[in-house]
């Protein structure tokens, strides 16, 4: 929703090059990760997951890399654009199934 | 086409005053959830359902009611809603929590309770 946005940190692209958006995880045991994109007044919408057993997954001009060891998550879009602005945020999986949700990264495209 | 409809979109109530948002699927998704999202705290789960008459609180239950009568329905229930609970509110599905299965997320239900 539109404030959605608010407080969140910002991330000002060009349109055309390329962004990364972190995210840091809380639990050493959670075995699944996934990306998603909300866009002004919709619902989060899945972009790309990985399992922990990966480093990288790849999908259309997006690509996710997971490091275990400082327990941190990145999304890279390449040749970003207009469409992409957006909130990004990372969710995970741990114990008993639960998904974590982070509270996500703003990003805006400049034309 | 596969979705999650949640209906209202928006609804001001006043305090005390039960209400009802709907939310159905038409995936067959075993796997229902609400969620509440605000500002600076993301989004934060409130019941979710397994399964048909399989239902377990999330992390933010209190004041919140759901059932799971049919597979494709999951009702979210404020018995006597209060201001606090202004949110936005999604529900979601999943085909299966452990299939690793991502979400489809609603639209969204913008509540104001005063």
């Known amino acids: 929703g539109e404030s959605v946005g608010l407080h969140l940190p910002t991330l000002s692209v060009q349109e055309g090059d390329n962004s990364i958006i972190n995210c840091a995880y809380s639990?050493?045991?959670?075995?699944?990760f996934i990306w998603y994109k909300q866009e002004s007044g919709k619902g989060p919408q899945f972009i790309i997951d990985?399992?922990?057993?990966?480093d990288k997954r790849q999908g259309q001009r997006v690509t996710v890399l997971l490091n275990k060891t400082v327990k941190h998550l990145s999304l890279q879009i390449a040749a970003t654009q207009p469409g992409d602005s957006a909130v990004y945020f990372c969710a995970e999986r741990g114990g008993y199934q639960k998904v974590t949700f982070g509270t996500g990264t703003k990003l805006q495209v400049i034309p | 086409e596969a979705q999650v409809t949640q209906n209202p979109r928006y609804l001001i109530t006043v305090t005390g005053k039960k209400l009802t948002v709907t939310c159905s699927q038409n995936?067959?998704?075993?796997?229902m959830s609400w969620y509440r999202q605000d500002p600076g705290l993301g989004l934060r789960q409130i019941y979710y359902s397994m399964n048909v008459e399989v239902t377990d609180k999330g992390d933010v239950p209190e004041g919140y009611k759901v059932s799971r009568k049919e597979k494709r329905n999951f009702p979210l229930i404020l018995e006597s809603p209060s201001p606090n609970q202004t949110s936005l509110y999604f529900c979601?599905?999943?085909?299966?929590?452990?299939?690793?299965?991502?979400?489809?997320f609603g639209q969204g239900t913008r509540l104001t309770v005063v």
């Open positions: 995936m067959n998704h075993e796997y």
């Open positions: 990985i399992r922990s057993n990966m």
């Open positions: 979601a599905s999943s085909l299966s929590l452990t299939g690793g299965a991502e979400a489809f």
């Open positions: 639990n050493s045991a959670s075995d699944y």
